[in-house]
């Protein structure tokens, strides 16, 4: 297969590309002074007190491990996008301060004793919600990913942005604290002719969307809370819409309204954004799913090869259909494939971490990851969604990536073709 090396953008440097290179030099150069059989310098005094720092944050080796954001991809930091660091996480809980952030008119600040939620429209009873009464409702506790449906959306006509975490970090994995809305429901009821719901965010955009009512119904859910805390201000506190395995900007935040209807709304946000330009100067509308996606997180571009030898490779994998069944691995650029092991636990609509050693003699490599979900969905190429959709697209990029690994184990975001 041949391929073609991405472009280098020019203000690369400003996007963080240096970082990761900081902390491989700190790996590589020890101070000979703290190891074996030398006593290291943290031992002989004591250290900080557990009143010095009573909420608790990361060590500051670990200050590199943050969100960041590109510039120049959209025209103020109040409607923009910072990225998930997927290349510097295990597992497959994404923490709170590190979810990749999106908004359309900022940050809304709550009071959580004024926060009201409303449900009107085709109910029985409309009614008004404040969060004491939705923790009132019985309580479920949920793991699910979230994705912009534009993830990779930069990759259509090529490869782009060269790191793991600009390519695919805008998606987090967390548990979710709420209620489900079927249960909200059956307080108001519901009338007949209800089909769709318009679900209203509270901040500046006045972020709208139309939901069926039968995802409405069947998983949704309005949570105050994530990985066990208060939802963090810019991940809708005081409370936000759930709607697992479809596209993020569904998911609205600081929830003030549901309206139920008998039609779609057609709001802004669905007809003017969020839909897929076609060849033929048609959109499709209405593409809500997350189909079946994965990415290798080491190597990476952030995370090079640093010696010969064995090495564990590392990735995600998700799919907005249910499980993730399966994470094949191609070293050679798609011409031969092996199988990944999945680590437990593999939950329905929830990243899953996928592992396969391998030895590295300093030859060149063409990295790749398939998913594949248990409808039988299989991750495509690139040229696969192109023939459907071709290059005008900014969402819903499932497509299968590849990573080049230089004989210097350097790595590089590339396009094959």
């Given at each position: 297969m041949k391929f073609s090396r991405?472009?280098?953008?020019?203000?690369?440097?400003?996007?963080?590309?240096?970082?990761?290179?900081?902390?491989?030099?700190?790996?590589?150069?020890?101070?000979?002074?703290?190891?074996?059989?030398?006593?290291?310098?943290w031992t002989p005094d004591l250290g900080a007190g557990v009143d010095e720092n009573p909420y608790g944050s990361p060590s500051e080796f670990e200050s590199n491990v943050i969100r960041r954001n590109v510039p120049w991809l959209t025209a103020s930091p109040q409607s923009s996008v910072n990225f998930t660091p997927l290349q510097d996480l295990e597992g497959i809980v994404t923490p709170n301060g590190l979810c990749f952030e999106r908004h359309h008119g900022g940050v809304a600040e709550i009071n959580p004793t004024d926060y009201r939620l409303m449900i009107n429209g085709l109910v029985d009873r409309e009614m008004i919600f404040s969060l004491d009464d939705l923790k009132r409702f019985p309580q479920v506790n949920k793991f699910y990913f979230l994705e912009c449906a534009a993830n990779g959306g930069m990759e259509w006509k090529g490869a782009q942005l060269n790191g793991c975490q600009y390519t695919f970090g805008m998606v987090h994995n967390v548990q979710y604290t709420g209620v489900k809305l079927s249960d909200l429901l059956r307080e108001t009821g519901l009338k007949p002719k209800a089909k769709w719901v318009l679900a209203e965010g509270s901040d500046t955009s006045g972020m709208t969307r139309s939901i069926p009512i039968e995802k409405i119904l069947d998983d949704c859910l309005i949570a105050w809370a994530m990985n066990g805390e208060a939802l963090r201000p810019e991940q809708g506190y005081p409370a936000r819409l759930v709607v697992p395995g479809w596209e993020g900007n569904m998911w609205v935040?600081?929830?003030?309204?549901?309206?139920?209807?008998?039609?779609?709304?057609?709001?802004?946000?669905?007809?003017?954004?969020?839909?897929?330009?076609?060849?033929?100067?048609?959109?499709?509308?209405?593409?809500?799913?997350?189909?079946?996606?994965?990415?290798?997180?080491?190597?990476?571009?952030?995370?090079?090869?640093?010696?010969?030898?064995?090495?564990?490779?590392?990735?995600?994998?998700?799919?907005?259909?249910?499980?993730?069944?399966?994470?094949?691995?191609?070293?050679?650029?798609?011409?031969?494939w092996r199988t990944a092991q999945l680590h437990a636990p593999i939950m329905s609509k929830s990243l899953v971490r996928f592992t396969l050693p391998f030895e590295w003699s300093g030859e060149e490599l063409l990295i790749q990851s398939r998913a594949i979900d248990e409808t039988g969905y299989v991750q495509p190429y690139i040229q696969e969604l192109q023939k459907i959709r071709g290059k005008n697209s900014i969402y819903h990029n499932n497509s299968i990536a590849t990573w080049l690994v230089s004989k210097s184990g350097k790595v590089d975001n590339v396009r094959l073709g």
């Open positions: 991405r472009n280098l953008i020019k203000s690369f440097a400003a996007l963080g590309s240096v970082g990761f290179s900081t902390r491989v030099l700190a790996q590589d150069k020890p101070n000979p002074n703290n190891l074996p059989p030398n006593l290291p310098e935040k600081w929830i003030r309204r549901l309206e139920f209807g008998d039609k779609p709304y057609m709001t802004r946000e669905e007809t003017s954004k969020y839909t897929d330009l076609l060849t033929d100067g048609k959109a499709r509308m209405f593409t809500w799913v997350m189909e079946a996606k994965s990415v290798v997180t080491s190597p990476s571009p952030e995370k090079p090869i640093l010696h010969k030898g064995i090495q564990q490779l590392r990735g995600l994998a998700w799919s907005g259909k249910g499980k993730i069944k399966r994470v094949d691995v191609s070293l050679d650029g798609g011409k031969n």
